[in-house]
């Protein structure tokens, strides 16, 4: 076993190296610009392009050409929430979303609110889930989109899309949704579920970073707002990223075929970290529901230990601070906020990320190692009383 273990795979995961290989030749050899097309290093990116797009569609039951190519999750959000505030701003300027979306959505909606648009944020219940009905009560004649992510980057929860997005069909809203921690890790078809637009990620299921995609129904228009060089629909303009493409479509192609298995092993060993701790600690709270929840998720609140002081403990273990959004923020997190979690309890809480390349001898290190800091820390806490 090597140290230090990584367990923060919702922050980000490692390339696979079967990615990697498929990536290598489109460096220093087929190098040529996808929209060259007057000799053939041109077409060899170009059909490596086109190939990848069809393993992104592939992997979300949609065609290739409703596959747009970005640099990342958050440039898709930026192009589908802008994109739809224009293109349907005759119909209304009303927007739901829930209270736990990542700061790629809710700061997009603050500057649409500032631009005239009106947003609505639903709470989730006290588990993570929003419930239908709640989102049913908030939409109105003017409501053009609902934006609601697939699953948290914090908590790990799911959100009920299929409902959702028969909701949202019904009522001629457009249904975005943010699916960077869901991709690859459940299965997850934009028909089924009627979404007209979703994003996502290469770094989140081990592609690579930097780039990302958007998918885009047939019917559905955005504003375009890329002005350059016309590459996707013109919806994102700039010489595509061949390469990070290349590898995002093989990142696809790969969770496509290994998702049942991968998800019950990750499940497992979440599983097994769980019961670790919960059979060994007291006082622990898991945050979130553990039956609408990533397999890789766990968000555990550690009562009278300060977060900070336990990841100083934990130095050869990479996990995150479930209180602060980003490491700058000492902010309590929105979502745990959002979930009635107290400062306090926020404070004492870690998210751990477990994916493809974590083992069962990491997940006994990691359980040993967190019960001893905990248990040590609680000796000399104020706050706590065995
Ligand atoms: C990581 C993440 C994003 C942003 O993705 P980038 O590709 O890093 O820009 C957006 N939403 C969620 C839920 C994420 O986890």
Redesign the pocket.
Known sequence: MQLPIYMDC???TPVDPRVLEKMLPFFCEHFGNASSRTHSFGWVAEEAVDTARQQVASLLGAASREVVFT???????HIALHGIAAARKQQGRHIITTNI?????LETLELLRQDGCEITHVPVSPDGVVAVEDVEKAMRPDTILLAV?A???EIGTLQPLKQLGQLARRREVTFLV????AIGKIPLSVDDCAIDLL?L????LYGP??V?GLYVRRRVRLAIADAGGGQERGLRAGTLNVPGIVGLGAACEIAAAEMPEESQRVGALRNTLLHGLESRLEDITINGSMEKRLAGNLNVSFSGVQGESLLMQLNDIAVSPGAACDSANSEPSHVLRALGVSDDLARSSIRFGLGRFNTAEEVDYVVDKVVDAVTRLRKVSPLYEA
Request: glycine share 10%; aromatic share 0%.
């Open positions: 919702h922050a980000t640099a990342g999750a958050t440039e898709s959000l979306e990542h700061k790629a959505v992510m699953a948290n980057n943010d699916a960077a921690q994003t990620s290469a770094h989140k970073k930097g990302g």
